[in-house]
């Protein structure tokens, strides 16, 4: 096998936070809008832009070592490929996507028993259908080519559809009854690529700085200096499970103290950190965290 690792990153939704964790993570990827074959700063890669799904059935028939697709289209298209990672990050936010079943404000229909014999649009049909199928239901399950929350009530009765915030449906006077599917991002590999030694651990170093970046993007560095009377209280501020690193300084009075926290309660904290004696607060991004 050749050192050359094929690699699938998602064309569309998934696009441009795949790209943008790919640079936290230290690689550079850049694109024109009409090259299916983005640039790499790594010699040892070749990627290619795929929709996400069809993804899995190019890295199962071999045409690409490894993708990054939603496990929502694995499952859709019943490919057989190992998935060696979750990435839990979608097109606007660092959380799963959900499938739901979705209907006008004003319908008749309150639950999937209620679909028996109506007319349901959507993209992820075989899933679908398999929801169906376990709620005992009948109907009609029509592959949707977009705008799919644009078609009820005159094209269809119901619709499954992916949402993050849901605020799409709302917009379209949609209502959630119930979740069909929750998918997180997945890298996944196929078997043959996956027994090659030098392909493995290429994905595994591939693998582990993305999950670096993706831990680092709800945390933030935290610097201070700190009177060495004052520690014990700067201390008490911190988070109890963080392990700041403290390091003397040329006055030993003082103590420079370094720490990593979660972005969201740097607002609370940081004023407690002034009362407590901390001076000089220094906060700054993080590109990756490495556990």
């Known amino acids: 096998m050749s050192n050359l690792l094929k690699l699938g990153l998602p064309k569309g939704s998934l696009q441009e936070s795949t790209f943008h964790l790919f640079a936290k993570a230290g690689y550079k990827i850049s694109s024109t809008s009409r090259s299916?074959?983005?640039?790499?700063?790594?010699?040892?890669?070749?990627?290619?832009?795929?929709?996400?799904?069809?993804?899995?059935?190019y890295v199962e028939d071999g045409v690409l070592d490894v993708g990054i697709t939603g496990r929502d289209w694995?499952?859709?298209?019943?490919?057989?490929?190992?998935?060696?990672?979750?990435?839990?990050?979608?097109?606007?936010?660092l959380k799963p996507v959900r499938w739901v079943l979705a209907v006008p404000a004003n319908s008749d229909i309150k639950g999937p028993k209620d679909l028996q014999g109506k007319r349901i649009a959507t993209e992820l049909v075989n899933v679908s259908k398999e929801y169906l199928k376990k709620n005992g239901v009948t109907a009609n399950v029509e592959f949707s080519w977009g705008a799919t929350e644009a078609k009820p009530p005159e094209l269809a009765d119901a619709i499954i559809e992916v949402t993050e915030t849901g605020s799409s449906l709302r917009a379209n006077n949609l209502i959630i009854l119930e979740t069909v599917l929750e998918s997180s991002t997945v890298v996944i590999?196929?078997?043959?690529?996956?027994?090659?030694?030098?392909?493995?651990?290429?994905?595994?170093?591939?693998?582990?700085?993305?999950?670096?970046?993706?831990?680092?993007?709800?945390?933030?560095?935290?610097?201070?200096?700190?009177?060495?009377?004052?520690?014990?209280?700067?201390?008490?501020?911190?988070?109890?499970?963080?392990?700041?690193?403290?390091?003397?300084?040329?006055?030993?009075?003082?103590?420079?103290?370094?720490?990593?926290?979660?972005?969201?309660?740097?607002?609370?904290?940081?004023?407690?950190?002034?009362?407590?004696?901390?001076?000089?607060?220094?906060?700054?991004?993080?590109?990756?965290?490495?556990?």
Request: net charge neutral; charged share 30%; hydrophobic share 45%.
């Open 36 to 57: 299916y074959f983005p640039s790499i700063d790594d010699a040892e890669m070749k990627p290619m832009l795929i929709r996400a799904q069809e993804m899995s059935r």
């Open 74 to 93: 694995v499952r859709e298209n019943g490919s057989k490929v190992q998935e060696v990672a979750e990435l839990i990050y979608a097109k606007v936010g």
């Open 189 to 291: 590999v196929n078997e043959t690529a996956w027994k090659d030694a030098w392909k493995r651990k290429k994905i595994e170093n591939m693998v582990l700085l993305l999950k670096g970046a993706l831990a680092a993007q709800e945390k933030v560095g935290l610097k201070m200096n700190v009177p060495r009377k004052n520690l014990d209280a700067v201390m008490k501020v911190l988070p109890a499970l963080n392990s700041p690193t403290i390091a003397e300084m040329y006055n030993k009075d003082w103590v420079d103290v370094d720490t990593v926290v979660d972005e969201h309660i740097v607002r609370e904290i940081v004023p407690k950190l002034k009362d407590a004696g901390a001076e000089g607060i220094v906060e700054y991004p993080l590109n990756k965290v490495i556990p």
